[in-house]
């Protein structure tokens, strides 16, 4: 069962430029909260941009 990813709109978050969420934010996703992470860490719905090579 694949569960729907919510962006993210948290430009505190100190992993903002490595996620997914935030990712899907900026490129202009319509459905998103704000999760909770901070200057010092990143929230736990954190998923990292996977680049394949």
Do not use: H, Q, W
């Not at 569960?3 to 935030?22: G, H, M, Q, T």
């Not at 909260?33 to 990143?42: D, I, L, S």
Request: glycine fraction near 6%; charge should be positive.
């Amino acid at each position: 069962m694949n569960e729907k990813i919510i962006a993210c709109d948290n430009v505190l978050c100190v992993k903002r430029s490595l996620c997914l969420r935030f990712f899907m934010f900026k490129s202009g996703e319509a459905e998103y909260k704000t999760f909770n992470g901070n200057a010092k860490k990143p929230c736990g719905k954190f998923i990292e941009i996977k680049k394949d090579i």
